[in-house]
């Protein structure tokens, strides 16, 4: 974590750079803003990852000798197959669709995003999934 930490303030140095070099240069104030968003957005990221290194075991990322393998392990538990992500995808085409052509596509697309939301959620509760 050291490491992602000292990127992301590095990064904050360099972004605080250019919003400065932009914001003279172009006097724009929106992308001035914007960059000087960027940077305070990285500031408190980097701030964060290397708070917390120091109060966490050192990870193999942080050792110059570690190994791929030393950093192995369970990464989660991510669903084979499931199709509720295919029906949020459609109901927010929908939604979006919508925005374009008119509002009335609201009322097609609330149900099937609904539908999906509500599928992806209890998709382990019930079925060959259930837990008992």
Do not use: C
């Not at 992602?4 to 172009?26: P, T």
């Not at 968003?37 to 990285?42: I, R, V």
């Not at 193999?60 to 989660?76: C, H, R, T, W, Y």
């Not at 084979?80 to 929908?94: E, M």
């Amino acid at each position: 974590m050291k490491i992602q930490g000292k990127m992301f303030l590095w990064l904050s140095a360099f972004i605080l750079i250019m919003a400065v070099v932009y914001g003279v240069w172009s006097k724009e104030p929106a992308g001035t803003t914007a960059l000087f968003l960027a940077f305070g957005l990285s500031v408190m990221i980097g701030y964060y990852l290397a708070f917390t290194a120091k109060r966490v075991d050192a990870m193999a990322q942080d050792n110059k000798e570690a190994d791929v393998a030393d950093e192995a392990g369970e990464l989660g538990f991510f669903s084979p197959h499931s199709w509720q992500p295919l029906s949020l995808a459609v109901g927010g085409a929908l939604a979006f669709m919508g925005v374009i052509f008119g509002w009335w596509l609201m009322y097609f697309s609330a149900p099937v995003i609904l539908v999906g939301l509500w599928g992806w959620v209890y998709e382990y509760y019930r079925g060959e999934n259930q837990n008992q």
